[in-house]
C-alpha cells in the first residue's frame, strides 16, 4: 500500500506557473505508474499527466500538452508536475494518484491509491 501527499498548489496569475509535488509512503514507489488528476467544481476528475516506472514515458491531456510537464525522482518516492503556462481554465483541485499495472492510463478508474488533493486557482 502506499500513501500520497500533494503541495504546491496556490493561486497564481494567467500566464504564471506552479510546481505539484507528490511524496509517497512506501518501498516500492518505483513499482507504480503515477498519474496526475484534477478535478473542478461540478465537473468529472480528468487526466492530465502520467510517467511511467523509470520515468522514461509521459502521456499528457491534450489540453495541457506543451505547458504542463511530469517527472518523478524514485530516489525521494516523489512525483512533480510542472505547470507553466497557466489558464484560468487550469483552476482545479490536482490529485496524485498511483497505479500499480506497468502501463499508463488516462483513466481514474485505473488507479489505485490516491492523495488528498491540492488547490490550484488560477485568476485572469
Known amino acids: 500500500q502506499v500513501q500520497l501527499v500533494e503541495s504546491g498548489g496556490g493561486l497564481v496569475q494567467a500566464g504564471g506557473s506552479l510546481r505539484l509535488s507528490c511524496a509517497a509512503s512506501g518501498r516500492t514507489f518505483s513499482r507504480y505508474v503515477m498519474g496526475w488528476f484534477c478535478q473542478a467544481p461540478g465537473k468529472e476528475r480528468q487526466f492530465v499527466a502520467a510517467i511511467g516506472w523509470s520515468g522514461g514515458r509521459t502521456y499528457y491531456a491534450d489540453a495541457v500538452k506543451g505547458r504542463f510537464a511530469i517527472s518523478r525522482d524514485n530516489a525521494k518516492n516523489t512525483v512533480y508536475l510542472q505547470m507553466n503556462s497557466l489558464k484560468p481554465e487550469d483552476t482545479a483541485v490536482y490529485y496524485c494518484?498511483?497505479?500499480?499495472?506497468?502501463?499508463?492510463?488516462?483513466?481514474?478508474?485505473?488507479?489505485?491509491?490516491w492523495g488528498q488533493g491540492t488547490q490550484v486557482t488560477v485568476s485572469s
Open positions: 494518484a498511483a497505479r500499480t499495472y506497468s502501463s499508463g492510463s488516462s483513466y481514474h478508474y485505473d488507479y489505485d491509491y
